[in-house]
């Protein structure tokens, strides 16, 4: 892995092999999300606890302070919306000009494996890598699910994650499941951070979730409205970094949140 590669990859992965990334690019095909009204606000008191942010480049340049900015990991594919035909016929939004016009850590596409567009979205991917490589930039495959939550199992999620691995994904980011999660790591030889999806009901499901994952081998996180939808955001984001940078227990992690 050359030099520029393995330096990118430092500023998002810290020295202890962890990380917790912030993701604020709902919009994208949401529109104004709940809690990213305007998402500079929202994310400002949070940039202390988070290692990176997933963002749009829209959202990075009227948003972001680049005056000291946490490490970019921009948003790079799009073209769909939620009142759309299909959140899966997405393409790459956005140019390797302007991917290095913007210095950013890394790069995030989604794929949709075992969608009507899984052909198109796989090489999405594998054409970022192509792009990207050469300027040492990594790219981090987001394993969509669109509207079919009920893909989000072992099964379908290691296939996913092992495809993304193959076509050059560096950094995969997939769903946790219940049973099996530790297959679904093992079988990809590329590190997994976790996604959060919909906001869970209980703020002990998310601590739950997060530890059990990370003891089965995730090296992270990127969940956003687990944390900037929560009345008590602050507390969730410090309790989330001491379960992945800390080695936090449950009970631990519950009592940060609530400020015991």
């Known amino acids: 892995m050359d030099w520029g590669m393995k330096n990118r990859l430092s500023q998002l992965i810290r020295p202890d092999g962890h990380c917790m990334f912030m993701p604020i690019d709902h919009g994208y095909f949401q529109g104004p999300t709940t809690g990213l009204e305007r998402p500079g606000e929202t994310v400002k008191p949070l940039l202390l606890y ?27 594919s799009g073209g769909t919306s939620m009142v759309g035909e299909d959140l899966a016929n997405e393409s790459v939004t956005t140019s390797i ?28 991917l594998a054409n970022l890598v192509n792009l990207c490589e050469p300027y040492g930039i990594p790219v981090m495959a ?23 691995a193959e076509l050059g994904a560096k950094v995969v980011k997939t769903y946790w499941c219940k049973k099996d999660f530790d297959k679904v790591v093992k079988g990809c030889p590329v590190p997994v951070v976790m996604a959060g999806g919909p906001k869970c009901e209980t703020d002990l499901e998310v601590l739950e979730f997060v530890h059990d994952g990370m003891q089965k081998g995730a ?18 984001a410090k309790a989330l970094r001491a379960i992945v940078h800390e080695k936090a227990s449950v009970k631990s992690a519950n009592g940060i949140l609530n400020g015991k």
């Open 50 to 76: 988070c290692d990176a942010l997933f963002v749009t480049r829209g959202t990075l340049r009227s948003a972001i302070d680049p005056a000291g900015s946490k490490p970019i990991i921009l948003r790079v």
């Open 142 to 164: 987001v394993t969509a699910v669109g509207k079919e939550t009920e893909k989000m199992e072992a099964r379908y999620l290691a296939l996913a994650c092992r495809i993304a």
């Open 219 to 236: 090296i992270g996180i990127n969940l956003g409205r687990n944390i900037w939808q929560n009345p008590k955001a602050i507390g969730m």
């Open 97 to 124: 000009d302007d991917i290095i016009r913007l210095n950013v850590s890394a790069v995030g596409v989604s794929i949709f494996v075992g969608s009507k567009y899984e052909r198109e979205t796989l090489l999405n």
